[in-house]
């Protein structure tokens, strides 16, 4: 038997607003505090604390967190060479996440619209697209990016080209498998039949069903851009010294995992967290998005398991 | 029936309820019947009226959670098998009731003969070895009427036919010999000229082996063909049960009443005089190759998809394709919206050819030749909101109305198909099938067109809502001077609608005639077929007599 959803009565009120709904989850709140938090750190924290990331302390070296002898600044604790693990991470905050989103952002349009490309069309520029994406598939992502890096020389710009170029693939592969799908589907047909244009069926009626799916792999794929930093970073090709990421903290501190955790510890949690946040807030997301799921956020609390008799 | 005897199985008071985040919602509530050897029990029903959901709970085939059986058992012989543990069900289910599905298709394993999948039925109930097993095996398939069952076992399913795949589902069903066999809407998807013949296996293995058959559907003329008794389902609860004659003679519920009259009656109308109106569209010599490169010459060998179809429109006309699954006629209405290209022929709209169009000319042709799909579950897209599915053809067609008039109109046209002007802002897995059709054929009437083609669109509907959709295509063709192209697979339903049709076969057109003139004298012997082949009520035909109409066929075909 087909479950068959039967209409609502007449008189229903109003759906909440987007806003409202996401207020209303718990999780997905705190997921979007932290998120805003982290971003307002990045964008103005560097000027508050630039000097103090920067400046030894040898008292200080590997102070354990939660004390304040040395003021509030070492309440994280502080590394080798004593300093504030605060205040480095909410400068390394801007680097990280402005590397991360640009290669994330940049790998995402453009695979997705490759993807589209690849999948809604029948001629060689699809078949193409697809043997290029083949070729950067097969080869190793680290060599591809130490090679480039090496050839081109290690800077911010460079390492962003390369993490996105690397991470392209995954988008445009699923990209081009749901578009594959969804043009069989029969509204593409109806909407041809109406006269609709090529651009139109993708940007309208394609588009929108994969871009959900396409910002729950950008979420998961954050963590691995920003890890994929720390190794270039670590092998000398990323981010250059004095300039740090959180990727590059963590594996700065992973030799003194045994007597200084805390020096890996708080960039690994930061990063941790924020992929977190962004996981969640893309599957709220992509319920909120697809108009026969969206009952369940629009459920009122504790209004679950109430019998109703279908009429 | 009486008090004494213990009927085979028996449902008693059953509820079920299905638990979900949104709250629970009742399948069925308070159902009970019952069913005794070698009879047929009908549960009748539309989508969503709790027939499947009884029958499941026999087999046990309700997962749990979400479900939950709230009242009620079941009985086999007497014995109470609500609550039977994994093993005691697997060893119940297939050896004392067996069960077959509507897709034979997706229930038998694509990557295993058919020997491999009928021997599984004993060795998983441990009656015998594998020899054994595979020499049983050919005994049914010899049953069941497969041709030449000793080379066809190693044979995988793809490699049968539709209607041989399901004699197949029968064929593992009856394996074990069970009392009880449920078919679950056995004969939706097959063809109407192998309805017949499935059936009849039915009715034959009934007589031979005194099976009791509990047998689903929504189809009044199967229903009729096949019940000794029946009950009418709508709801989750029974409106009516009774002798199957008298259900149909004299309906007593009000639903069951309004069911009967969504029968297509058969009454005689008058030949209607031949339209001489002008052309709207001229159909000449439309051919279509599938996997043939453009202007590639196909070989003699090949087979066409559709060959040589010529036919004429003419304003306020509506002509009707008719064909079995394969007959090409999808694949005519893809070509005429040049949805698909044509290998060769050509299609006059207003005398001009459709197929040489170029970009724009073909815009404005669009606006005036509309389509309206079979599937209404997939014809539109879910995220988009009522109002911006119907109002798309006026973003692609900015000169129709401007953007200002936009939610008046789209309040008009919804009234004009019977919905209300507030669904506007809903999305289309709010509604039903039928109204989801409603609204599909909203968007065709937005670009205000001349020619609509509805290829299969009311098939995927309850028949009682195939009328109404009907009903609603008739008057807008009388309101807004329409004309038709309707494909389908189901003949009775054009013939109050279509005043021409045309029998599709093969991709070749068989027979063109008047409508009332086709019913009346159909010319070749496979309209005759087409025409005969619903299922006649059990109660006008002969008791253990087979009928001499699917007699034949089913010797001719054979499967």
């Given at each position: 038997m087909t479950p068959e959803i039967t209409l609502a009565p007449p008189k229903r009120k109003r759906a909440p607003s987007a806003p409202l709904l996401l207020l209303r989850d718990p999780m997905t709140a705190l997921a979007l505090g932290y998120l805003i938090l982290i971003a307002l750190v990045a964008i103005l924290g560097p000027m508050f604390m630039a000097d103090l990331a920067a400046k030894p302390n040898f008292r200080a070296r590997n102070l354990a967190p939660f004390t304040l002898e040395q003021g509030w600044a070492f309440v994280l604790g502080a590394d080798t060479l004593g300093r504030s693990l605060l205040a480095r991470l909410v400068v390394a905050a801007r680097t990280t996440l402005g590397i991360a989103v640009c290669a994330v952002m940049c790998s995402l349009v453009l695979g997705g619209l490759l993807g589209l490309v690849a999948g809604y069309g029948r001629g060689w520029l699809s078949a193409a697209i697809l043997r290029v994406t083949d070729i950067v598939m097969s080869f190793p992502s680290l060599l591809l990016a130490l090679i480039v890096l090496y050839s081109l020389g290690p800077s911010v710009l460079n390492l962003v080209i390369v993490l996105a170029v690397t991470r392209i693939p995954i988008y445009l592969r699923t990209t081009r498998a749901e578009v594959l799908e969804v043009r069989q589907r029969m509204f593409v047909s109806a909407a041809e039949a109406l006269g609709a244009s090529d651009t139109r069926i993708i940007f309208r009626h394609i588009a929108p069903i994969v871009i959900p799916t396409l910002l729950t792999i950008g979420a998961i794929d954050f963590a691995t851009v920003v890890l994929a930093e720390s190794s270039l970073s670590f092998l000398g090709l990323g981010v250059q010294a004095p300039a740090f990421t959180w990727g590059s903290m963590v594996a700065t501190g992973r030799g003194y995992l045994a007597n200084a955790w805390w020096i890996a510890f708080w960039p690994g949690l930061a990063i941790l967290l924020t992929t977190l946040s962004l996981n969640i807030l893309s599957s709220w997301w992509r319920t909120y998005s697809d108009p026969h799921q969206r009952w369940r956020l629009e459920l009122p609390r504790g209004g679950r398991g109430t019998k109703e008799k279908r009429s | 029936m009486t008090g004494a005897r213990t009927p085979l199985v028996a449902v008693e008071n059953l509820t079920v309820d299905f638990h979900s985040g949104a709250g629970s919602f009742r399948a069925v509530e308070g159902v009970s019947f019952h069913v005794d050897p070698g009879e047929t029990l009908v549960i009748l029903g539309e989508s969503g009226s709790g027939k499947s959901v009884s029958s499941s709970a026999i087999m046990g085939l309700i997962d749990m959670p979400p479900g939950e059986i709230v009242t009620g058992r079941i009985l086999y012989e007497g014995r109470d098998i609500t609550h039977l543990t994994e093993a005691e069900r697997a060893a119940f289910n297939g050896s004392k009731i067996a069960m077959i599905f509507q897709d034979p298709l997706s229930h038998l394993?694509?990557?295993?003969?058919i020997g491999w999948q009928l021997a599984e039925v004993y060795t998983a109930h441990g009656k015998c070895d594998r020899a054994e097993a595979r020499r049983r095996s050919v005994e049914v398939l010899r049953r069941v009427g497969i041709p030449d069952p000793e080379t066809r076992?190693?044979?995988?399913?793809?490699?049968?036919s539709g209607g041989q795949r399901q004699r197949i589902m029968i064929g593992m069903a009856i394996a074990l010999d069970p009392k009880v066999l449920i078919a679950d809407e056995?004969?939706?998807?097959?063809d109407v000229s192998v309805q017949g013949q499935v059936l009849e296996l039915m009715r034959k293995l009934q007589r031979e082996d005194g099976l009791a058959i509990i047998m689903i559907t929504h189809d009044l003329e199967v229903a009729a063909s096949m019940a000794d008794r029946i009950v009418v389902m709508n709801q989750g609860n029974i409106v009516e049960r009774g002798e199957a004659r008298q259900v149909f003679a004299r309906p007593r519920h009000a639903y069951t009443r309004r069911l009967m009259s969504a029968l297509p009656d058969h009454d005689a109308k008058a030949e209607r005089p031949e339209s001489t109106a002008e052309p709207i569209l001229e159909v000449r010599r439309l051919t279509k190759y599938y996997g043939l490169p453009a202007g590639a010459e196909p070989r003699p060998a090949m087979k066409p998809a559709v060959g040589d179809v010529s036919f004429t429109l003419r304003k306020g006309q509506t002509i009707g394709i008719v064909g079995e699954s394969g007959s090409g006629k999808s694949t005519i209405a893809r070509m005429l919206l040049r949805l698909t290209p044509t290998t060769s022929g050509e299609v006059l709209f207003h005398g001009e050819d459709v197929l040489a169009m170029d970009r724009r000319r073909l815009l404005a042709y669009r606006r005036r030749a509309q389509m309206v799909f079979q599937d209404p579950y997939s014809s539109m897209n879910p995220r988009m909101s009522v109002f911006r599915i119907i109002s798309e053809p006026w973003i692609i067609h900015p000169d129709i109305l401007p953007k200002a008039k936009w939610r008046d109109r789209v309040a008009e046209l919804l009234g004009l198909v019977g919905l209300r002007p507030e669904h506007a802002d809903r999305h289309p897995h709010q509604f039903s099938g039928g109204q989801r059709q409603r609204i599909a054929i909203a968007r065709a009437l937005a670009c205000d067109p001349e020619l609509i083609v509805c290829d299969e669109?009311?098939?995927?509907?309850?028949v009682s809502i195939q009328m109404q959709v009907i009903e609603l295509l008739a008057d807008l063709r009388e309101r807004l001077g329409l004309s038709y192209i309707f494909i389908t697979?189901?003949?009775?339903?054009?013939?109050?609608?279509?005043d021409r049709v045309l029998v599709m076969k093969s991709g070749r057109l068989v027979e063109e005639q008047e409508t009332e003139a086709l019913f009346r004298r159909p010319r070749e012997d496979y309209t005759r077929m087409l025409v005969n082949a619903a299922p006649k009520p059990k109660w006008e035909v002969e008791p253990g007599a087979a009928r001499p109409a699917e007699r034949a066929a089913t010797e001719r075909v054979g499967g």
């Open positions: - | 394993n694509p990557v295993f003969t076992i190693d044979w995988y399913p793809h490699q049968f056995p004969t939706t998807a097959l669109a009311v098939s995927a509907l309850d697979h189901d003949l009775p339903i054009v013939r109050d609608f279509a």
